[in-house]
């Protein structure tokens, strides 16, 4: 499966669990939509991913990515320690100068 850079980067960090690798994929100004919350700028994606990996354990595993310009949706097998794990997630993705500014994690 061919992914673009910052998803192949962000896939890797996440499964790692380097919440600051995983913040670096994204822009200064980047807005992340999950579990029905808002996190806006790196910072707070930061500190966003690295709870929910202290928290969920969560490791991604890709199964299909679509892209049209500079966007796309990942589906991926998502597993960890959270109810009904593993789950199907799609991670709707915007990428612009090689830095994604904006993700909406839906099921």
Same mark, same amino acid.
């Given at each position: 499966?061919?992914?673009? =850079?910052?998803?192949?980067?962000? $896939?890797?960090?996440?499964?790692? !669990?380097?919440? $600051?690798?995983?913040?670096?994929? !994204? @822009?200064?100004?980047?807005?992340?939509?999950?579990? &029905?919350?808002?996190?806006?700028?790196?910072?707070?994606?930061?500190?966003?991913?690295?709870? @929910?990996?202290?928290?969920?354990?969560?490791?991604?595993?890709?199964?299909?990515?679509?892209?049209? &310009?500079?966007?796309? $949706?990942? @589906?991926?097998?998502?597993?960890?320690? !959270?109810? &009904?794990? =593993?789950?199907?997630?799609? !991670?709707?993705?915007?990428?612009?100068?090689?830095?994604?500014?904006?993700?909406?994690?839906?099921?």
């Amino acid at each position: 499966m061919n992914l673009p =850079p910052a998803v192949s980067a962000l $896939v890797a960090a996440q499964n790692s !669990f380097d919440s $600051v690798t995983y913040a670096n994929c !994204f @822009s200064e100004t980047a807005v992340v939509y999950d579990e &029905g919350k808002t996190h806006r700028g790196r910072k707070a994606i930061a500190l966003w991913i690295k709870a @929910s990996n202290e928290k969920y354990q969560s490791v991604m595993k890709p199964l299909e990515y679509t892209g049209h &310009g500079n966007s796309g $949706v990942l @589906s991926a097998e998502c597993s960890g320690t !959270f109810p &009904g794990s =593993p789950i199907t997630l799609k !991670f709707h993705f915007d990428i612009i100068d090689g830095q994604i500014q904006h993700l909406k994690v839906t099921s």
